[in-house]
C-alpha cells in the first residue's frame, strides 16, 4: 500500500515566476550579496508597506532584530522587555549583545504581549534603577498586537518599540501595515513564512539614513574608503542576490497567498463550528486584520473530553502534520534565570494550543483528508 504523501503545517509555495529572476541573477553574473535583485526586492517592500519605509534585505529575521538592537545602542548589562510567548530569535539576539531579557506574558485576546504587565516591569525596573532599553513587540502567528496601548506606554517612559513582524507581513492594524509602527520592524522570508526567500528576511527602518545604516552594519561595517577599514563592529548579514530573486516572485503572489491563508482560516471555523471546547485564533474587531500566516485552535479538555496532544496524534496518523503553539520563553532552560511578569496565560496556550496545516498551498484532497481525520476523532 502506497503511503499518502504529508500534510505540511507550511511549506513553501512558489508563484512560477522566481526561476526567472535567479536565471537573470546567473546571467549577469550577480551571484552576490548586493545587485539587481536586491535593489528591486527591497524596492517592492517598500510599495507594499504603508505607510512607505525603508528596507534592507538580510540573511535572516533573527539578523534584523540584532541589528536593531545594535542601532539602539543595546550593550552588555541593558536590560530589553520581550515578549514571552515566541519563538526563541525573538529573544536571542538579546543574548548576542550582552544584554538580558525580561520576558512579559500574553493577554488573551491577541495572545500577544500584555499592556498591563509590560507596564508592571517598567516601574519594577525603574524602582530598581534600571531603565529597559528598548521593547521587543511580537505579532505572533500574523495578529497585530494590541498596538495604542503598547505604544502608549512605550512612548510615556520613551523606551523604542522593535516590532517582530517576521509573521505579520500582510498584516494590517486599522489599515496600516504591521513593521510600520515601531523604531524598527523585522521581517522573515524563511521556508516556513507567508513568502519566503529559502532563507532571508528584512529590517524595516524609518529612515533612509538607517536603512544605509543598517546595510552598513550587514557587510561588515566596511568605512568609505579603497582599502579595508573598520571603525565599527560589523556583520556578515547582507541577502544574497539569488535570493532576493525568490523574493521579486514571491512579492508577485504575496496578496493571492495571504487571501488563501485566510481561506483556510475560514475552513477551520466552519469545521469547529459547533464543537463546544475548541476556540479559534481570530481578530479581536475589525480593527484587526491577520494575514493568518498559521491557524490555531485552543483545546480546552475539560469541555472537550480530550486534549490537544491527542487531536495532534490523530493527526498524525494521517501524516498530518500539527504542532504545540510555541513553549513560552520564560519556561526554557536556557532562560530560567530571566524575569517574567505575569500570570499564566502564556503558559495555558502552550498547554492547550494547536497550530493547524495553513499553507496556501493546500489542495481540496489536502482539506478532505484534514476534515475527515478530525471528524473522525470529533466522533
Request: glycine share 6%; proline share 4%.
Amino acid at each position: 500500500m502506497t503511503q499518502k504523501s504529508k500534510i505540511w503545517l507550511s511549506s513553501p509555495h512558489m508563484g512560477g515566476n522566481e526561476q526567472n529572476y535567479i536565471n537573470e541573477a546567473f546571467a549577469e553574473n550577480w551571484i552576490a550579496p548586493l545587485g539587481p535583485n536586491v535593489n528591486a526586492f527591497e524596492a517592492q517592500l517598500e510599495d507594499y508597506l504603508s505607510p512607505k519605509s525603508y528596507i534592507a534585505t538580510l540573511s535572516s529575521g533573527t539578523a534584523a532584530l540584532h541589528l536593531a538592537l545594535v542601532q539602539l545602542g543595546v550593550t552588555y548589562g541593558d536590560e530589553v522587555l520581550c515578549q514571552s510567548f515566541t519563538f526563541s530569535a525573538s529573544a536571542n539576539p538579546i543574548i548576542y549583545q550582552g544584554a538580558k531579557p525580561i520576558f512579559i506574558d500574553s493577554e488573551e485576546q491577541t495572545w500577544n504581549m500584555c499592556p498591563h504587565h509590560l507596564e508592571q516591569a517598567i516601574k519594577h525596573r525603574l524602582e530598581h534603577y534600571k531603565k529597559p532599553k528598548a521593547i521587543i513587540a511580537v505579532h505572533l502567528y500574523g495578529m497585530p498586537y494590541q498596538i495604542e496601548k503598547i505604544h502608549a506606554i512605550a512612548k510615556a517612559y520613551d523606551i523604542p518599540v522593535i516590532e517582530d513582524a517576521a509573521e505579520a507581513l500582510g498584516s494590517s492594524y486599522k489599515a496600516q501595515s504591521c513593521g510600520t509602527f515601531g523604531e524598527f520592524a523585522a521581517l522573515s522570508f524563511n521556508g516556513n513564512k507567508i513568502i519566503t526567500t529559502s532563507g532571508g528576511g528584512a529590517l524595516v527602518c524609518k529612515t533612509l539614513e538607517s536603512k544605509l545604516e543598517t546595510v552598513k552594519y550587514a557587510t561588515q561595517s566596511r568605512d568609505d574608503a579603497p582599502h579595508y577599514q573598520h571603525s565599527q563592529l560589523g556583520f556578515n548579514y547582507r541577502m544574497s542576490n539569488i535570493c532576493a530573486g525568490i523574493g521579486r516572485g514571491q512579492m508577485e503572489v504575496l496578496d493571492h497567498h495571504i487571501a488563501l491563508r485566510r481561506q483556510m482560516h475560514e475552513f477551520y471555523k466552519a469545521l469547529f463550528k459547533n464543537v463546544d471546547g475548541i476556540e479559534i485564533f481570530e481578530e479581536p474587531n475589525s480593527n484587526y486584520v491577520s494575514n493568518h500566516w498559521l491557524s490555531a485552535i485552543t483545546v480546552d479538555p475539560q469541555i472537550t473530553g480530550f486534549t490537544r496532544e491527542e487531536l495532534r496524534l490523530k493527526l498524525l496518523e494521517d501524516h498530518i502534520e500539527s504542532r504545540p503553539l510555541w513553549k513560552p520563553m520564560h519556561l526554557q532552560p536556557y532562560f530560567k534565570e530571566a524575569l517574567f511578569f505575569g500570570n499564566s496565560v502564556a503558559e495555558t496556550l502552550f498547554d492547550q494550543g494547536l497550530c493547524l496545516p495553513s499553507g496556501s498551498n493546500l489542495s481540496d484532497n489536502d482539506r478532505e483528508r484534514i476534515s475527515n481525520q478530525i471528524e473522525s476523532f470529533l466522533k
